[in-house]
């Protein structure tokens, strides 16, 4: 998972960002889902702890 971009745009457009080595971090269940679909990793936000958690998983623990 590349960590070299950061990207913010309307819903409608997110999943066009959509790759193998792209994240999308969201609170919207159907813009997860559509991002996914689309060939991305989608987190679907509902807390802060299950979000650092599934980017652990991803990511490795990265603490500085």
Do not use: C, M, W
């Not at 070299?4 to 889902?33: C, G, M, N, W």
């Amino acid at each position: 998972v590349s960590q070299s971009r950061y990207h913010s745009s309307k819903r409608s457009h997110k999943k066009a960002y959509a790759r193998s080595d792209t994240v999308l971090i969201d609170d919207t269940p159907d813009v997860i889902k559509a991002f996914n679909s689309a060939g991305g990793i989608g987190i679907l936000h509902e807390n802060v702890e299950d979000t650092i958690a599934q980017l652990q998983e991803l990511f490795g623990d990265v603490h500085a």
